[in-house]
């Protein structure tokens, strides 16, 4: 099975404050990588696709970057309303597998 | 307007079979390129694919789970089902259904139904 390693598990940012999430692979995924938003209580939200596409209705603020293992999910000017965690899931092999999630939290 | 709802039975005992219901509107299992699969999640923790059926009838299913699993749909009634046999309190999780979009070559989920909570207990 391919391995997701999520970094960091929980991040503070101010409002405003760029972040970045990371997601590694244990091995090439060929960008078959999206990212995923969760509210509490809410099914998960699709962000980004095939590693940078953004997916309709979703702010210009994310953006998703990388290739081969290294892949990350980057959030231009924290909102209130980014609160929640946030997941990575390749889908380059089966079993798709998912990042162990990051907890994004206000300053 | 794409949606999926998932339905399962809210409690069972260990060693139980639990069935799950995906009732879909806004798209056909029946087009080309669509799947639609099963993924978990226990409280408070990561998500987990189980597994996938397809337009075609392909199915795919996550080894880790060995042969508990069966995936199966009915196209005419937008559902689809999973069955998972043997069930103990490990299996405790909120069941999503998700769609994969059709057209893509990339592997991933546009829509997820709400979730059902599954609870295993004696």
């Known amino acids: 099975d391919i391995q997701m390693t999520q970094s960091p598990a929980s991040l503070s940012a101010s409002l405003g404050e760029t972040i970045s999430i990371e997601c590694r692979a244990s091995?090439?995924?060929?960008?078959?990588l999206a990212w995923y938003q969760q509210k509490s209580g809410k099914s998960p939200q699709l962000l980004i696709y095939?590693?940078?596409r953004l997916q309709d209705g979703v702010p210009s603020r994310f953006s998703g970057s990388g290739s081969g293992t290294q892949y990350s999910l980057k959030i231009s000017g924290m909102q209130p309303e980014d609160e929640g965690d946030y997941f990575c899931?390749?889908?380059?092999?089966?079993?798709?597998?998912f990042g162990s999630g990051t907890k994004l939290e206000i300053k | 307007q794409v949606t999926l709802k998932e339905s399962g039975p809210g409690i069972l005992q260990p060693s139980q079979t639990l069935s799950l219901t995906c009732s879909f509107s806004?798209?056909?299992?029946?087009?080309?390129?669509?799947?639609v699969s099963w993924i978990r999640q226990p409280s408070g923790k990561g998500l987990e694919w189980l597994a996938t059926?397809?337009?075609?009838?392909?199915?795919g299913y996550n080894p880790s789970l060995k042969n508990r699993l069966t995936i199966s749909k009915d196209t005419s009634n937008n559902q689809a089902f999973l069955k998972i046999t043997s069930v103990d309190t490990a299996d405790t999780a909120i069941y999503y259904c998700?769609?994969?979009?059709?057209?893509?070559?990339?592997?991933?989920?546009?829509?997820w139904g709400p979730g059902t909570m599954v609870t295993v207990s004696s």
């Open positions: 899931l390749q889908g380059s092999k089966f079993p798709l597998t």
């Open positions: 095939a590693a940078n």
């Open positions: 998700a769609r994969r979009p059709p057209g893509s070559p990339h592997w991933y989920f546009d829509f």
């Open positions: 806004g798209f056909s299992l029946s087009t080309s390129g669509i799947c």
């Open positions: 059926i397809c337009w075609e009838d392909s199915k």
């Open positions: 091995e090439d995924i060929y960008s078959n």
